[in-house]
């Protein structure tokens, strides 16, 4: 079993930046996909962005305008969610989560196995 605990949430003011944290633990670490996704109050959730754990290759979603940058430390076993330039429609609860096994359908929830906690990032105008 995976455990993803997440961190680097806040409250910040639009045209900030923040990076989220997501470090992994459990017996054994090798996924498929890291993602990110979030959810905003009375929305459903999300895909953010994902990186594929070997190569790195990495995902987007189409809505983020190219503000939002994904990247992974194997050696800590961490993915990371670099984000500039928030706007408060970027307010949202924002969760990793991991997947073990390849699908074609990486922006889905569904694709994925294990979650985070979520950490909340507010942005004000």
């Known amino acids: 079993q995976v455990q993803l605990v997440e961190s680097g949430g806040g409250l910040v003011q639009a045209g900030d930046s923040l990076r989220l944290s997501c470090t992994a633990s459990?017996?054994?670490?090798?996924?498929?996909?890291m993602g990110w996704f979030r959810q905003a109050l009375g929305k459903e959730r999300e895909f953010v962005s994902a990186?594929?754990?070997?190569?790195?290759?990495?995902y987007y979603g189409s809505s983020l305008e190219a503000r939002f940058t994904i990247s992974r430390d194997n050696a800590k076993n961490t993915v990371y969610l670099q984000m500039n330039s928030l706007k408060p429609d970027d307010t949202a609860v924002y969760y990793c989560?991991?997947?073990?096994?390849?699908?074609?359908?990486?922006?889905?929830?569904?694709?994925?196995?294990?979650w985070g906690q979520g950490t909340q990032v507010t942005v004000s105008s």
């Open positions: 459990g017996r054994t670490f090798s996924p498929y996909f």
């Open positions: 989560a991991t997947a073990q096994h390849w699908s074609a359908y990486y922006n889905s929830p569904g694709t994925y196995d294990s």
């Open positions: 990186i594929r754990w070997g190569s790195g290759d990495t």
